[in-house]
């Protein structure tokens, strides 16, 4: 099995310092409020910002936070809906390239991430009343109190990504 969560990124995080003990609840709110805090952060910049060293831009960074929330809620869903349990990883890389994230534009991308998590705080809130799990092919059970923190910090971390591209840092 692969090691996922605060066994594979420390806890807190060795990045970004996120507390993996947040609450579901908590993470859906934080997850609600994600777009608009991204939206004051980034009000001064174009998006094509990034990392002296390379990696994504920051609105890429955004994309790639919006079609993660976007892949979970549907994967969620269909466990809901429909009873299918068995989820598969995905490349994020692979998807940036096929999705041309480099040619969104950060307002558009950012229109797209507010989509994305209210659609996400929509499925995963009632799956956590309903103790929805599902099976990971590499990660193995997950259950929707895993997903809510697990795609919490995955949004958390990009977000600290952004801020360290906007301050400057590599």
Known sequence: MESWGAARYGDPCRQCGFDWSISPAAALTRINDLPADLEAATRTCTGSERRVSGGWSVAEYVCHIGDNLRQWAERVQAARLAGTVDV??????????????????????LWSLRLAARDWTDVLDPALRESVVLSH?????????????????????????????????S
């Open 88 to 109: 598969e990883g995905y490349d994020p890389d692979d998807l940036a390239a096929v999705r041309r994230y480099a040619a969104v534009p950060l307002a558009a991308a």
């Open 137 to 169: 092919r590499t990660r193995g059970r997950q259950r929707a109190a895993d997903i809510a923190r697990n795609n919490y910090h995955d949004a958390y971390h990009h977000q600290w990504d952004i801020n360290q591209i906007l301050l400057g840092s």
